[in-house]
């Protein structure tokens, strides 16, 4: 069920099955693209909308063209400064991508992802992988093959195992719309980052038409989850609950030291991002009535870690 074997994770893939496979942002469930039964069984064991697209996943950017229409000039620029890496690029898709890949738009999500062994797996196949994160649709995303097998065991073919995610949270997601740059998912590689490639760049406001896979409930933990700019005073208003507490550069004093996780030291925040969602696994399985994650600062990367938390979050 889990193995480093690449063939054999490459023969699953080849007949049609479903494998979880290593990225440097979050472990994805894949499946070869260009086979609606494969793709199929991917939305079936995610429990995914049918309208919910997926990211392709190639080894060479050089391939992009048989997928893509048309490539922008500031969409190449991307490629060139981040991939292979965390950016996901929406572009008008080709024929050859089929529309089950995409929901039915005429876009589709790239991407080229870092991890050695993804890369070699992908080159083994011979064909584009759609992989979405491989955990459950709605739940939280998988940064090892443990959190791959909580919640996919029984469904899926095969866990590739290539360790702990690095980055740990999902990609950027830059879309391009009549050439327009917008970011559709905020994501490892930080707007400031891209804006100083490509200058300004638009925000997606609450569009699902333009990525139907952004709504504001998602990469839930079972036990509620209680965002908030202050701790103290959010654990002051709640009396005589076990909770559990998320939180960085180091440990809160009002509370035992064994109920909380602290992210990381100072401000290492690509640090916290790798620990978000492992920490997130660990304290929803101790049964805690509630799990308090302290928000953090809006710049760099803390504003992807802040979107995940709050899509993770009770909305009072
Ligand atoms: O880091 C990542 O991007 C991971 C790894 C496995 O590559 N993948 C990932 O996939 O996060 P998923 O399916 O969990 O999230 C992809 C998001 C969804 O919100 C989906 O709606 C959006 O990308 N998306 C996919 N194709 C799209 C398209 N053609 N147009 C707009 N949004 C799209
Ligand atoms: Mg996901």
Redesign the pocket.
């Known amino acids: 069920m889990i193995g480093k074997d690449i063939k054999k994770a490459a023969e699953i893939i080849k007949s049609e099955g479903i494998v979880a ?1 290593p ?8 499946a070869n693209a260009l086979s609606k039964k494969a793709v199929s069984k991917v939305f079936a064991a995610k429990g ?1 909308p049918s309208h ?4 392709i ?1 190639l080894a060479d950017t050089d391939d992009l063209p048989i997928y893509c229409r048309e490539i922008p000039p500031k969409s190449r620029l991307l490629l060139e400064a981040f991939s292979p890496g ?1 950016l ?1 690029l ?1 572009l008008p ?1 080709t024929d050859f991508v089929p529309e089950m ?3 039915g ?1 005429t ?3 790239v ?1 080229i ?1 870092a991890h050695p062994m993804m890369l070699e797996l992908i080159r083994e196949c011979g064909f584009p992988l759609a ?5 459950p649709s709605g739940f939280i ?1 998988p940064t090892s093959p443990m959190h791959v097998l909580k919640g996919m065991s029984g469904k899926i073919d095969y866990i590739l195992d290539g360790g702990n995610c690095e ?1 740990g ?3 950027t ?1 830059i ?1 391009f719309y009549d050439g327009i740059p917008v970011v ?2 905020e ?2 590689i930080s707007r400031g980052e891209i804006e100083k490639l490509i200058g300004k760049v638009r925000t997606l406001s609450n569009d699902k038409i ?5 709504m504001s409930s ?1 990469y839930c933990p079972r036990t509620p989850l209680l965002l908030s700019e202050n701790i103290v005073d959010a654990i002051g208003k709640i009396p005589k609950m076990k909770i559990g507490l998320i939180t960085y550069g180091g440990i809160y004093k009002g509370l035992p030291e064994d109920c909380q996780i602290s992210l990381c030291q100072n401000e290492e925040f690509s640090i916290a991002a790798r620990n978000l969602y492992a920490a997130m696994h660990e304290l929803d399985e101790r049964g805690y009535d509630l799990i308090i994650a302290r928000r953090f600062p809006d710049h760099g990367i803390g504003v992807a870690i802040n979107d995940r938390l709050f899509r993770a979050s009770i909305k009072l």
């Open positions: 496979v990225t440097e942002t979050v472990y994805g469930l894949a995914r919910n697209p997926l990211i996943h965390p996901t929406v898709k890949v995409t929901g738009m876009n589709v999500a991407r992802p992989a979405p994160s491989a955990n995303s980055a949270l999902e990609s997601i879309g559709l998912r994501g490892v333009l990525s139907p896979g952004m998602h």
